[in-house]
T-cell receptor, first 109, second 111 residues
């Protein structure tokens, strides 16, 4: 499979806590992207980090990228119940956007 | 920003019938589109890449005769699930290749 791996597969936290999700990929990349998907809905593009960047912030989101380890992490700070969703990383491989397995995040109020 | 409109959002069909799913790029031209399938609790699996004016490129294991893809214009790509069976029940979603914009998805249920 071309898909990378994400862990954890599922994460349950309380509102206000931070949530960290990890993603590993297999090939060299130009960039890595994170997406959010609410249950049964389309995907929302959250953030793109380029291969020459190590960290990027967007609001309560913080993404890191370690190209030597072929891994990335997504941190959501001060989580809210509305953050409950599935989160996927994705990379472009051979011109195709390939997704990781995803992390299902549940934020309990 | 770029918007991809996908229709229908859900469809229920009888086994053996065909279903067409449309994806339109509303404010930009999309020469290529990705089509994905997603089973419950799983990730998105790329099925094929549609190319405007030429044949689609299918991923390994995807039956091109069953999943017909047409990209007749720069703003419209369609996926037709032919002779649908219950195992084809899934969430189908398209994406423009340049803007990382996704359609809202189509929930297909074959009964």
């Amino acid at each position: 499979s071309q898909q990378g791996e994400e862990d954890p597969q599922a994460l349950s936290i309380q509102e206000g806590e931070n949530a960290t999700m990890n993603c590993s990929y297999k090939t060299s990349i130009n960039n890595l992207q994170w997406y959010r998907q609410n249950s049964g809905r389309g995907l929302v593009h959250l953030i793109l980090i380029r291969s020459n960047e190590r960290e990027k912030h967007s609001g309560r989101l913080r993404v890191t990228l370690d190209t030597s380890k072929k891994s990335s992490s997504l941190l959501i700070t001060a989580s809210r119940a509305a953050d409950t969703a599935s989160y996927f990383c994705a990379t472009v491989q051979g011109g195709k956007l390939i997704f990781g397995q995803g992390t299902e995040l549940s934020v309990k109020p | 920003g770029a918007v991809v409109s996908q229709h229908p959002s859900w469809v229920i069909c009888k086994s053996g019938t065909s279903v067409k799913i449309e994806c339109r790029s509303l404010d930009f031209q999309a020469t290529t589109m990705f089509w994905y399938r997603q089973f419950p609790k799983q990730s998105l699996m790329l099925m094929a890449t549609s190319n405007e004016g030429s044949k689609a490129t299918y991923e390994q294991g995807v039956e091109k005769d069953k999943f017909l893809i047409n990209h007749a214009s720069l703003t419209l790509s369609t996926l037709t699930v032919t002779s649908a069976h219950p195992e084809d029940s899934s969430f189908y979603i398209c994406s423009s290749t340049g803007s990382y914009t996704f359609g809202s998805g189509t929930r297909l249920t074959v009964v």
